[in-house]
């Protein structure tokens, strides 16, 4: 035993001997980073704050026989929502980043609404792209239903649950798309969102459910990861990238910091032996299967996504079915061999003691907090593509039958020519 007290002694003389000889070059660095990080974070705040948002309310058409095709190619053009951010005053000066859409299914005990809250700039571009696909869709700007609770929930008249959820595996791997759901004849086509509608037409009174997929235009980078992940299912071998000078400085301060305790370790650069071009004959159905599915995905044009549902009532009438029908509605997305929606923890609205009511407490307002604003929680980093978006947000089928979906019942049309009119 004091032999090992010897051991540990020496090395916290060595951590600390150290950190006397670079103790000036670490601290100023560290506060450097944080003040870096608060100063970001304040003029994107900022940034934002100065943004307009438009609330559109899409009224749908009464027998929609379109399958959820119409709204991926809807989600394609939304990629024209990229910013360019092309300048240092843009990105660290004036703070300017990425705008997001938020996608919306609301149930009440007054029905089903379908919204999309929208960058106002972007307008224009989101109902030309819904009358392209839906002519017979109405659209509206709508006031904010959630001004219609109060600001800080739950309380002592009403509780919620809350979620939000990213992805279980990397996001190269799809989830179950509406194509699984499709079969040849129409009668048996299956929606898969009918479950959510379904749940939400049986909402009473004071109940909501209310489910946000907030969405942004991202770059190429997962394309990238996906190719290497097709790379190294196949058996391939991919070159290491050249290595750049923020990389090696990098690499020197984490060997610095770890050289009392952990040896150091330097990545180099250049192109790895060469292995076998290819293992794909020895590959099982089951592994070709998942290498064509993340190959299909990464062909589509991918969104940065968060997927947020909010369950709200009064205590008195608080149902936790209404929870797991939720649950029940995005399990039907996911796969055992490739991927699923998942509940990040972190904001899970379970906690354990001690302080366990307390924490809920917390997490509860903070979620519906974040639902209320529509913000982006930067741990979860999930890409989804067109497709994918498409079979969690549409306009549902005729074969959709919830009697409290609502429906544009007829249809308008422009008055003849030569109507007289005076």
Sequence with gaps: MSEFFNIFNGILNSILQVFAWVWWIVIPLGLIFIAWDFWKFYIHVKFLKTVKYNLLEIHIPKDIIKTPKSMENIFATFHATKMTID????????????????????GTGGGIAFYIRTPEQFRNLIEAQIYAQYPDAEIVEAEDYVNFLPKNLPN?????????????????????????????????????????????SKLKGDERIWIQ?????????????????????????SAKAEMGLFDWI?????????????????????????GPASQMQSLTPGEK????????????????????????????????????????????????????????????VSAKPPFKNQKEFLKKRMLYLNYRMRMFNRHIKAILNTEELATIYHFPIVAVEAPFLRRIEAKKGEPPINLPIG
């Excluded at 300017?96 to 938020?102: D, P, R, V």
């Design 289 to 348: 299967d998942i290498i064509k599915a993340i190959e299909d995905k990464a062909s589509k044009l991918g969104f940065e996504t968060i997927l947020r549902c909010v369950y709200i009532d009064r205590r008195d009438a608080f149902s936790r079915l209404n929870v797991s029908s939720i649950m029940g509605g995005i399990n039907q997305f996911n796969t055992q061999h490739l991927n699923a929606l998942k509940s990040f923890k972190p904001t899970s």
């Design 156 to 200: 002592k008249y009403f509780d919620i649950w809350a979620a939000e959820f990213g992805l279980a595996k990397e996001s190269a791997y799809p989830i179950k798309t509406y194509s699984y759901f499709e079969e040849v004849k129409e009668e048996k086509r299956l929606d898969p969102i009918a479950s959510w509608v379904e749940t939400m």
């Design 87 to 106: 300048t240092l005053k843009k990105k660290y000066i004036e703070g300017q980043t990425q705008l997001w859409l938020s996608l919306e299914i609301v």
């Design 213 to 237: 997929i907030l969405t942004k235009y991202t770059g190429d980078d997962w394309k990238k990861e996906a190719d290497k992940l097709v790379a190294k299912l196949a058996g391939k071998k």
């Design 250 to 274: 990098w690499q020197f301060l984490r060997n610095l910091i770890k050289a009392p305790v952990v040896y150091p370790e330097w990545e180099e650069a250049g192109p790895e032996k060469e």
